[in-house]
């Protein structure tokens, strides 16, 4: 089954990559990425292209990259996207693999996206403990660092920060969502049993940017520098 990795270079989607890695029923063909122009990053993510670039060559798999302007109307995104999903019939993709663990809306725009396409979208990680989830992320050996959080649910502090032991006895989990879900951070995995070598990177420079609503000083995103 010849099969697309819906992927924003963080934890989740690298952990549903690898989960169906494991299945030999799948032909692993590309990684869907959206990324935002004039910007050259990872959309939300705000990962620096160069650093997707050598994450593809380290899993052994090509990018299918999707660019959208800055200020993305959905009508724009749909086309766009609408335009990605020919280009991966025409090049014979029958699944598409999302890293969603519990968000149930979310996982049923996916579903209506395809609906009408012949591709089926699989879930690896729906329904599971996202406890069990961040566990077995760690004890595979994934290395990840967060790059943008949102600072209405978590301290400004975890930008930057080791997906590790110390960040989940540091984390809010009573709280707030261990594998982010919910929007409370966005990350990027630098390491794996999955790549071939470790990415390397040194923290950069810290940037604010606003509340699309309210206008308030909200996401935090903690540059990533290639080294």
Sequence with gaps: MKTVIAFSGGKDSTLALYEIQQNQEYEID????TLTEGYDRVSIHGVRYELLKRQSESLGIPLREVWIPEACSNEMYQERMGRAVSGMLEDGVTHMVFGDIHLKDVREYREKMLSETGITPVFPLWGRLVGEISREFIDLGFQTVLTCVDMD???RAFAGRVYDEGFIRDYPEDTHDICGENGEFHSFVFDGPNFGYAIGYELGEER????????????????????
């Design 208 to 227: 604010v940017t606003p509340d699309t609503v309210s206008g308030r000083d909200r996401f935090l995103f903690r540059d990533l520098v290639p080294k």
């Design 153 to 155: 649910q978590l301290d």
């Design 30 to 33: 590309s990684l869907l990425v």
